[in-house]
């Protein structure tokens, strides 16, 4: 679905066979599928909470470090430093790292959002 929504059909992502014959010798997902999916483990995981989110100001860096084969599961782990904005809102850093189910490292990134105050909270 991922190929279908962004037009990327890169055999490593569609073509089983051709994939098969590639260093990762089978399919393997999109690496900006697999920012999208931990960046919502994220927001599952209450960093980013829709209540005070406000807009994802940069991603400041991706690594691809590892394939994310078929039947992954994923987890992402997070560190996060808030600031005052000069807007008056809150500004967050996150720094993350996501994982499969051996403990292998597959990604590593930096986000910066924008919060809204906390005396916008109600």
Known sequence: ?????????????SDKEAAGKSAFGERIAHGYMTLSVSL??????????PAV???????????FIGPVKIGDTLT??????????RRGTVC?????????QRNETVM???????E?????IR
């Open 40 to 49: 919502g483990l994220m927001v599952r995981s209450g960093v980013i909470d």
């Open 108 to 114: 590593e990134f930096g986000t910066t959002h924008l």
């Open 92 to 100: 967050v850093k996150t720094d993350a790292h996501t994982i499969n």
């Open 1 to 13: 679905m991922f190929s279908y929504f962004t037009g990327d059909w890169t055999y490593l992502h």
């Open 76 to 85: 992402v782990f997070y560190s996060s430093k808030r600031e005052a904005s």
């Open 116 to 120: 809204k105050a906390p005396a916008e």
């Open 53 to 63: 989110f406000r807009a994802l100001k940069s991603i400041e860096y991706v690594r």
